[in-house]
């Protein structure tokens, strides 16, 4: 099943971020890969979080199993982050497999 590509400044929800958009994915990302103009996001890449210590931060924990950004997997709408969150918005003119 294909998804759309997740990128700088896309949107991810989580529990710590109840109120709709969520909150972005924050930089670098991969910024020599643009999707749609903004640096492409992958596993390890961190979303902005309004959740507990020890950092305002939530890393995107999966990607896909195919594709690779810079040796990294590709994040997707629906791939999960560390503290229960994610990614809800991205790029649908590009489609990501695995």
């Known amino acids: 099943m294909t ?16 109120v709709p958009p969520g909150l972005p994915i924050a930089p670098p990302c991969k910024i020599n890969v643009l999707i749609g103009k903004r ?6 890449d961190l979303c902005v979080c309004v959740g507990p210590p020890p950092a305002n931060v939530d890393p995107i924990i999966m990607g896909s199993l195919t594709v690779l950004i810079g040796s990294l997997p590709a994040a997707r709408i629906g791939d999960p982050t560390a503290k229960g969150g994610a990614i809800t918005t991205g790029e649908f003119t590009v489609l990501i497999g695995g």
């Not at 998804?3 to 109840?18: Q, Y």
């Open 3 to 18: 998804r759309p590509a997740a990128r700088l400044g896309d949107f991810h929800m989580c529990p710590m971020t109840p």
């Open 39 to 44: 640096p492409a996001a992958r596993m390890t």
